[in-house]
């Protein structure tokens, strides 16, 4: 098994169901170390279940120049929209908020001293 560091940027954005992302309203970044993981998208997995307490679907995930990418709409609180939510919010009747979040991940090598 490997040990990684994964970061991650989260920036969030006030979404609109017909104008779409509107103002930057927050951001934050986090990373943890990752001890046992088999490989770099193992390492990911962990990372977003165990610490961000996310479902992990590969198919949400965009893979480009060694960085992960995803998106999702969420509530006031960053809690991912249900659908009741959702309706409200095409009709205009909620705000939601679009959580743009870029994953990056390196593996730790020893080295000598």
């Known amino acids: 098994m490997n040990q990684y560091k994964v970061t991650s940027i989260h920036d969030v954005y006030e979404d609109d169901y017909n104008d779409g992302e509107l103002d930057r309203v927050s951001g934050w970044a986090g990373s943890k170390t990752i001890l046992d993981a088999a490989n770099p998208r193992q390492a990911l997995k962990i990372y977003v279940e165990k610490y961000l307490h996310m479902d992990y679907v590969e198919e949400h995930y965009i893979f480009e120049n060694g960085q992960a990418f995803t998106s999702r709409l969420v509530d006031v609180e960053c809690f991912v929209a249900n659908e009741n939510e959702k309706e409200l919010w095409k009709r205009g009747k909620m705000k939601l908020y679009s959580e ?10 020893p080295a000598s001293l």
Do not use: A
Request: avoid cysteine; charge should be neutral.
């Open 100 to 109: 743009n979040i870029m994953f990056q991940v390196h593996q730790l090598v």
